[in-house]
C-alpha cells in the first residue's frame, strides 16, 4: 500500500523490517478484547492439552463466553488474523481485512455494546465490558497512529526475486 501518511511523525523503532508502521501495542490488546470469545477458548484448550487447564478453568470460559458474544467477536477476529498474518507474502483476502481493519473493529466494539447493555440481565460487569468497549471504538476511531498503521501494509513479495 502506498503511505499515506508522513513518515517523520513516527520514530524509526515504529516501523518493521518492511518499512511499514508497526501495529502499536494498545491495538493489539484492543483487538484481542474484541476477539476475546474465541481466542479465550482457544487459549484455553491449548493450554489443557499442555495439562495446564482443568475444568474449573473451561467452566470459567464457558461463563464469559456464551453464544450471544461470538457474532461481535467474528469481525474482531478477522484483524486478529489479519495482524498475525502481515508480511509481504498476505494473501489479497488479508490485505483486504487489513485495509478494513478500523470498520471491522468498530463493528466489533458496537455489537458488542449492544450485546452486553441488551442481553438480560444488566450487571455491572457487562455495563464495564461495554464501557470499555466505547472506549476501543473511540480508540480506533480517533487514534492518528490506529488510522495510519491500517493504510500501511509490506509490498507484495516479489516473485522474480
Excluded at 502499536?24 to 493450554?47: C, G, K, M, Q, Y
Excluded at 438480560?120 to 497512529?145: E, N
Amino acid at each position: 500500500m502506498q503511505k499515506s501518511y508522513v513518515v517523520s511523525r513516527y520514530s524509526l523503532t515504529s516501523f518493521d523490517r518492511h518499512l511499514c508502521l508497526k501495529p502499536p501495542f494498545l491495538l493489539w490488546f484492543v483487538t484481542v478484547f474484541l476477539a476475546r470469545a474465541i481466542i479465550l477458548p482457544l487459549v484455553v484448550a491449548v493450554t489443557s492439552f499442555k495439562g495446564g487447564g482443568n475444568g474449573d478453568t473451561q467452566h470459567l470460559v464457558a461463563e464469559l463466553v456464551g453464544p450471544a458474544s461470538i457474532l461481535p467477536t467474528l469481525p474482531a477476529f478477522l484483524v486478529f488474523y489479519a495482524l498475525i498474518r502481515r508480511s509481504p507474502g498476505a494473501s489479497r483476502t488479508v490485505r483486504w481485512i487489513w485495509a478494513h481493519g478500523r470498520w471491522l473493529l468498530s463493528a466489533a466494539a458496537l455489537l458488542d455494546i449492544a450485546v452486553a447493555l441488551l442481553d438480560p440481565p444488566l450487571m455491572t460487569g457487562k455495563v464495564a465490558v461495554a464501557v470499555f468497549d466505547l472506549y476501543c471504538l473511540i480508540y480506533v476511531l480517533a487514534a492518528r497512529h490506529v488510522r495510519d498503521a491500517f493504510s500501511d501494509f509490506p509490498a507484495p513479495a516479489d516473485p522474480q526475486t
